[in-house]
């Protein structure tokens, strides 16, 4: 049906040059999603079954979509196939052809905007292949690469590569470790959060400094390790797609003892991003934001979540303050992507149970994972939860937190009761109720009713199973934690793509 209907269409290629923008755009879109069929027949047996009935799920509903734009396009070619070319269309078809092309032009952009929408939902479920320890899956990968037009499948088998030289321990910091001198010593920090902009030295280019945070008191080996192989993995990211930036380095700090203290990964700032960046929490604090940016920010942080799964990793600091954010002209032109990678590891690797008592970073933890020590290990979900807690300020647009010397909770935040309770696990557990209650008090009249439930879902995600609008604990695990990726791209990510004006 996709052939039937490309073809049908390029035969008005010359009918003016906004139809022919548009069918050059469908085509690449179009080539990809070729691509990207083409390897899942030929990873069938290495999917695993829920994988693959999403999928399969995926690609009914877009040729449900496409049986539907070709029928439309029917009703504008009358069912014939004839090249039209524009002077032909002006002076032999008269103006109910024009509006008939108009209509025709019309209904290219919507399937442009039908098909982008359906790879905005597709597009991260297909680097869950990532997460598959399958030798198989690299061979097929691999064989796939040599026809031309293989973008997608260079990211996922490089991350794929790279996941598996971290957990085989084969990898060098070498690869990715900077002197010093690789990065200018000027650089500007990034108001309300641990980032700053530099250059590098040699090009120029514009890089962030993202400084980790691990306490002095943990084994700075493994840690040395787990930022080693992080750093590599960031390092085949797509940011358009995973909605994280592409890491070309890491630099390490040491204390006033000479000892190994913090790191810094180095990041790209991509190329279109025209304007300075700012924290999530700045643009809070500062002014109103039109409805499109919010949905586009909500979009990209959401896209980062499943990213981070899918590299194997946990992010364990998801708040206002992690999120880097390019404002530009127009919504289209504005990015976001999720930074701040602090306390970071590999999921599944030791974890010391360490936390603290800041408040305003609590706020963003689930109740269990708060305190000196925290009650459980920390897995995908939890970040889940602070990505909630982070989509019901980007709906009401108000910072939940105001930073200073002694951060004071927000206008809207009201919880001093909490904070002064000698029950901290308590206290945690109410502030979750207010926060609950303030998505369902704001977010209906500001940002919808999908909306809401997304911010819900994600706060209710660890819930029991009376309350849990995510999904039961017991139908979440398999052993290479694809499951929860999928819960997430059906529950969450699937559904903040649809949110639109």
Aim: hydrophobic letters at 40%; aromatic letters at 8%; proline letters at 5%.
């Amino acid at each position: 049906v996709a052939n039937i209907f490309v073809n049908k269409i390029q035969a008005y290629r010359y009918a003016n040059e906004r139809i022919a923008e548009a069918i050059i755009r469908i085509k690449g879109i179009w080539i990809k999603t070729e691509t990207q069929v083409r390897a899942l027949q030929a990873l069938t047996h290495q999917s695993p079954t829920f994988l693959r009935q999403f999928h399969e799920e995926c690609l009914r509903r877009l040729i449900a979509k496409l049986w539907a734009a070709n029928a439309e396009v029917e009703t504008y070619t009358e069912g014939k196939i004839e090249d039209v070319g524009l002077t032909n269309l002006l002076f032999h078809h008269g103006p109910p052809k024009r509006i008939r092309y108009a209509l025709f032009e019309s209904r290219l952009r919507k399937t442009i905007g039908t098909l982008q929408d359906w790879h905005a939902c597709f597009d991260p479920s297909w680097f869950l292949l990532t997460l598959r320890n399958d030798t198989a899956i690299d061979d097929t990968l691999s064989s796939l690469m040599r026809s031309p037009d293989q973008r997608e499948l260079g990211v996922v088998l490089d991350i794929r590569r790279s996941i598996q030289q971290s957990q085989s321990g084969s990898v060098g910091s070498g690869s990715i470790l900077r002197p010093e001198r690789f990065v200018s010593s000027i650089y500007d920090e990034v108001p309300h959060s641990n980032l700053a902009v530099s250059t590098l030295r040699e090009t120029g280019q514009q890089v962030i400094l993202d400084t980790t945070e691990y306490p002095s008191d943990i084994d700075r080996a493994r840690i040395f390790r787990y930022v080693c192989d992080l750093a590599n993995i960031l390092s085949c990211s797509d940011p358009k797609t995973l909605g994280l930036l592409q890491c070309v380095g890491l630099l390490t700090t040491s204390d006033v003892a000479g000892y190994l203290s913090q790191f810094q990964y180095i990041f790209a700032i991509p190329p279109e991003s025209s304007t300075y960046p700012m924290s999530l929490r700045a643009l809070l604090l500062q002014r109103p934001e039109s409805l499109d940016n919010k949905l586009v920010i909500a979009k990209a942080i959401t896209r980062a979540i499943l990213a981070v799964h899918s590299a194997k990793f946990v992010h364990k600091n998801v708040r206002p303050d992690t999120i880097l954010v390019f404002l530009g002209p127009t919504p289209q032109k504005t990015a976001a992507y999720l930074v701040g990678f602090e306390r970071s590891r590999p999921e599944g690797a030791n974890t010391s149970l360490a936390g603290d008592m800041a408040w305003e970073r609590n706020l963003y933890r689930h109740p269990a994972r708060q305190g000196i020590r925290p009650e459980e290990v920390y897995e995908m979900r939890h970040d889940v939860y602070s990505l909630g807690v982070c989509l019901l300020e980007i709906g009401i647009w108000k910072s939940l937190v105001l930073p200073g010397e002694h951060a004071t909770p927000g206008q809207l935040l009201h919880i001093d009761e909490q904070l002064r309770m000698g029950n901290r696990l308590q206290a945690a557990i109410e502030i979750k109720g207010i926060l609950i209650t303030m998505a369902k008090s704001f977010l209906p009249s500001l940002m919808g009713l999908s909306y809401t439930e997304i911010v819900l879902s994600c706060l209710t995600c660890l819930d029991p199973e009376a309350t849990n609008l995510f999904a039961s604990g017991k139908d979440l695990y398999d052993e290479e934690e694809i499951l929860v990726g999928v819960v997430f791209i059906e529950k969450i990510l699937t559904r903040t793509e649809a949110c639109s004006i």
